[in-house]
Antibody, heavy 122, light 111 residues
Framework: QLQLQESGPGLVKPSETLSLTCTVF??????????WGWIRQPPGKGLEWIGS???????YYNPSLRSRLTISIDTSKSQFSLKLSSVTAADTAVYYC??????????????WGQGTLVTVSS | QSALTQPASVSGSPGQSITISCTGT?????????VSWYQQHPGKAPKLMIY???KRPSGVSNRFSGSKSDNTASLTISGLQAEDEADYYC???????????FGGGTKLTVL
C-alpha cells in the first residue's frame, strides 16, 4: 500500500529557506500515471496547492510562489523535495505531500502524507 | 481569498441530503471537467472523495456524488451520517499557467 512521509525541520527562521522531503513507500515514484505534489494548510485555514512534479522532472508551480519555489525529484531514493526561500510568518503551515493522477497536471490527490507543521519564527 | 468560492458552513440532520457548492470562473471550473472534492477531519490529511467532477475513487461511499453546471461544481451527500461531519474542499484545474486552485472550504455539521 502506498505511503508518503514528509520530513524536515519544524522550525525555520524568517528570510531563510524551508526544505522538506517526501519519501514514497510501497509505490513507484517513476510511475508514468502519477504526479507528485505539495499542498499546505496554514493553521485554521484552507488548502493551498504549492506545486507538482512528474517523474521526468517537469515541474508545475503555484504562480504566487514561483519566484521562491523549487521542487525536485530523486527517483533513486523514491523522494521528491520542496524548497521555499525567503520565508515569512505567512509560510507557517502544515505541509502535505501527495500523489495525483495525470489528468490535468494532477488535480486529484488520492494519497497523502500525514503532514508536517513548519513554523516560521525567530 | 481563495480562487474558488464555497459556503463557509452547511448543516443537515442524519438521513438528510446536503449540497455544497463551489463557484469558480470560465477559466477554471467552467472550462474543465477536472474538479475534485476532499473531505478533511480535524487533525487529519484530506481524503479524495470525487475527481474529474463526478467520479468516485474506490472505497468512497456512493452517498457522495458530484456535478457541475456552468462555473459551479457541487458535492451532494445523501443519507447524512455522523461521520460525514468534516471540512470539505473543492479544487479545479485552472489552465496551463495557474494549474490547480482550491476553494476556501466548507464546514459540514451533522445536527
Amino acid at each position: 500500500q502506498l505511503q508518503l512521509q514528509e520530513s524536515g525541520p519544524g522550525l525555520v527562521k524568517p528570510s531563510e529557506t524551508l526544505s522538506l522531503t517526501c519519501t514514497v513507500f510501497g509505490g513507484f515514484i517513476t510511475s508514468s500515471s502519477h504526479y507528485w505534489g505539495w499542498i499546505r494548510q496554514p493553521p485554521g485555514k484552507g488548502l493551498e496547492w504549492i506545486g507538482s512534479i512528474y517523474y521526468s522532472g517537469s515541474t508545475y508551480y503555484n504562480p504566487s510562489l514561483r519566484s521562491r519555489l523549487t521542487i525536485s525529484i530523486d527517483t533513486s531514493k523514491s523522494q521528491f523535495s520542496l524548497k521555499l526561500s525567503s520565508v515569512t510568518a505567512a509560510d507557517t503551515a502544515v505541509y502535505y505531500c501527495a500523489r495525483a493522477g495525470t489528468a490535468a497536471v494532477g488535480t486529484d490527490f488520492d494519497s497523502w502524507g500525514q503532514g508536517t507543521l513548519v513554523t516560521v519564527s525567530s | 481569498q481563495s480562487a474558488l468560492t464555497q459556503p463557509a458552513s452547511v448543516s443537515g440532520s442524519p438521513g438528510q441530503s446536503i449540497t455544497i457548492s463551489c463557484t469558480g470562473t470560465s477559466s477554471d471550473v467552467g472550462s474543465y471537467n477536472f474538479v475534485s472534492w476532499y473531505q478533511q477531519h480535524p487533525g487529519k490529511a484530506p481524503k479524495l472523495m470525487i475527481y474529474e467532477g463526478i467520479k468516485r475513487p474506490s472505497g468512497v461511499s456512493n452517498r457522495f456524488s458530484g456535478s457541475k453546471s456552468d462555473n459551479t461544481a457541487s458535492l451532494t451527500i445523501s443519507g447524512l451520517q455522523a461521520e460525514d461531519e468534516a471540512d470539505y474542499y473543492c479544487s479545479s484545474y485552472a489552465g496551463s499557467s495557474t494549474f490547480v486552485v482550491f476553494g476556501g472550504g466548507t464546514k459540514l455539521t451533522v445536527l
